[in-house]
């Protein structure tokens, strides 16, 4: 019994040592000091390279940084702290975004990594059956991924009805995502406008990107006045997003309040300074007559775009020269 109690007592140090280093790293990771959140990783892994926290973290922080050319550092980290366990459904599911990225960059050579995808994102659902965010990962990959690597739209369809039962939001949106990939927004929309807030992370985050993801595709089809109300909404439940006031401008833009499109687009390029802001904000200024400011904006978008998108800001910078 003494022996007994004396472990039971170091295993409840150890945890209130992993859980003060877990909130360590967690305040560098939010705070986006990466160098320091690495090192603090590595540290308790050269303590004890099984620590599968520290080799989560370590993952987290090169996905969230995109270091693709340690991504095959991170998996090997994180297959020997997942070995032999018969827990470690966040280990997986880390694991499981890993290889999905190196199917991503293999191309036409990422049949083996996609399916090992597949296989550790299925392990963290196996696992935690009732986590949104791991069932949300792996019917991405269901419904992202050609059949020949395991992707399958009614499977797809199956999870989210099957989720429907423990979570009808989230089985509400997990249906809906399968819509907008079959490009059925007015579909999607009819299961996502009833939702509400619920001031869950993860669940609000989700009905927030797939609310916006049908109001730019409403745009991309056409559907200008159908995604001004969808935007209005999201802008106002999250007045802090730069997609919502981006969607916002864009559909103001598209439904001929010019000034109105200005306002949006400033704030969204306020809160995140991204391309396709810069360029709309540029029409929009340009169709208030701010010619000068739509220069200046098209010329600095100038020098971080490429492809199609260089092509288009040069023929536009061109046109307002003349």
Avoid at 63 to 80: F, P
Avoid at 105 to 120: E, N
Wanted: aromatic share 8%.
């Amino acid at each position: 019994m003494r022996l007994f109690v004396f472990l039971f007592a170091a295993s409840l140090a150890g945890c209130a040592w992993a859980a003060d280093s877990k909130s360590e790293f967690d305040a560098l990771f939010d705070a986006k000091q990466w160098e320091s959140a690495v090192a603090h990783a590595e540290q308790r892994l050269a303590s004890d390279a099984r620590d599968l926290g520290a080799a989560g973290d370590f993952a987290r922080v090169l996905l969230a940084t995109r270091q693709r050319d340690r991504y095959e550092e991170a998996i090997a980290k994180l297959e020997h702290a997942l070995e032999g366990r018969a827990d470690g459904a966040r280990g997986w599911f880390l694991l499981g975004q890993l290889y999905g990225e190196r199917a991503r960059a293999a191309g036409l050579g990422g049949l083996s990594p996609a399916k090992k995808s597949k296989a550790a994102l299925s392990r963290a659902v196996e696992l935690e059956p009732r986590d949104f965010e791991y069932v949300y990962a792996l019917n991405e990959y269901l419904l992202e991924a050609p059949f020949v690597a395991g992707g399958s739209k009614s499977r797809a369809r199956k999870v989210a009805r099957e989720f429907a039962e423990v979570d009808a939001d989230a089985g509400a949106m997990l249906a809906a995502r399968v819509h907008l990939v079959e490009r059925e927004y007015e579909e999607a929309l009819a299961l996502l406008e009833p939702l509400r807030r619920r001031e869950l992370v993860l669940h609000d985050a989700t009905r927030r990107h797939l609310l916006s993801s049908a109001g730019i595709g409403m745009l991309e089809t056409g559907r200008a006045p159908r995604a001004l109300g969808v935007f209005e909404r999201v802008a106002t439940e999250f007045p802090n997003n730069a997609v919502a006031h981006y969607g916002l401008g864009r559909a103001k833009l598209d439904t001929g309040d010019a000034a109105g499109a200005v306002d949006a687009l400033t704030r969204s390029l306020e809160i995140e300074r991204r391309l396709d802001t810069l360029y709309h904000l540029a029409l929009a200024l340009e169709a208030v007559g701010r010619v000068t400011e739509a220069k200046e904006l098209l010329s600095e978008a100038a020098h971080a775009a490429r492809g199609a998108m260089a092509e288009e800001i040069k023929r536009r910078l061109d046109a307002l020269a003349e």
